[in-house]
Structures are given as structure tokens and as C-alpha cells.
């Protein structure tokens, strides 16, 4: 059950700046920890940020930190990821996903794809 729809990818050139979002619906999002993963061609998938069901913890992996921040409104349902000072490292399929330990809960999106290239 639910669904989450990620939007924003593109192509964009180093240095830049996008904003991902990731819409939820049909289930409880202000219960769930949010997060964001990548996976780049011949990758295994990484986890790049999460934020907590209240928005007050989030963390993020030393590649991105200082660059990305990851938000959330829970009045809207929605997740975001801005991401600054691109680079093509950062290229990749990015990946909405809901979790909660109690009860069991996961769900991920479609994936958008983010491309940093001059």
C-alpha cells in the first residue's frame, strides 16, 4: 500500500544546483523515516540521506555532506533533497524510500534521474 513519486531529476552541469521531491500518499507519512538513495551505473545502491519522522535528526554520507539537505513537511506529505555544488560523481538514479520499524513498513519510489555533466 502507498505510493511515493520522486520528481526532479535532470541534467544539469558541475557546479550546479537541482531539487528533488518525493511525494507520498496512502499511507502514514509523519510516521515514517525518510530517506533518499542513488545508484549510479554498476553501483550497488547507497544511502545518501535520511531525516526522521519529526524532521529534527538528519544525516547524511560524507560525499554529500555541506552539499545536500534533505527536508520534510508532513502537512504536505512531501520529502525533498537539495542538492548543491553538483558534480558528476553525483550522477545516478536517485530513490525515494519510506521506512518504519513498528509495524514493518517499506516503500520505494521509481527513481528519478540525475545526470551532472558539462
Known amino acids: 500500500q502507498g505510493q511515493l513519486v520522486e520528481s526532479g531529476g535532470g541534467l544539469v552541469q558541475p557546479g550546479g544546483s537541482l531539487r528533488l521531491s518525493c511525494a507520498a500518499s496512502g499511507f502514514t507519512f509523519s510516521r515514517c523515516t525518510m530517506r533518499w538513495y542513488r545508484q549510479a551505473p554498476g553501483k550497488e545502491r547507497e544511502l545518501v540521506a535520511t531525516?526522521?519522522?519529526?524532521?529534527?535528526?538528519?544525516t547524511y554520507v560524507d560525499s554529500v555532506k555541506g552539499r545536500f539537505t534533505i527536508s520534510r513537511d508532513n502537512a504536505k506529505n512531501t520529502v525533498v533533497l537539495q542538492m548543491n555544488s553538483l558534480i558528476p560523481e553525483d550522477t545516478a538514479v536517485y530513490y525515494c524510500?519510506?521506512?518504519?520499524?513498528?509495524?514493518?513498513?517499506?516503500?520505494w519510489g521509481q527513481g528519478t534521474q540525475v545526470t551532472v555533466s558539462s
Open positions: 531525516i526522521t519522522p519529526a524532521g529534527g535528526i538528519t
Open positions: 524510500n519510506a521506512v518504519r520499524a513498528f509495524p514493518w513498513y517499506s516503500n
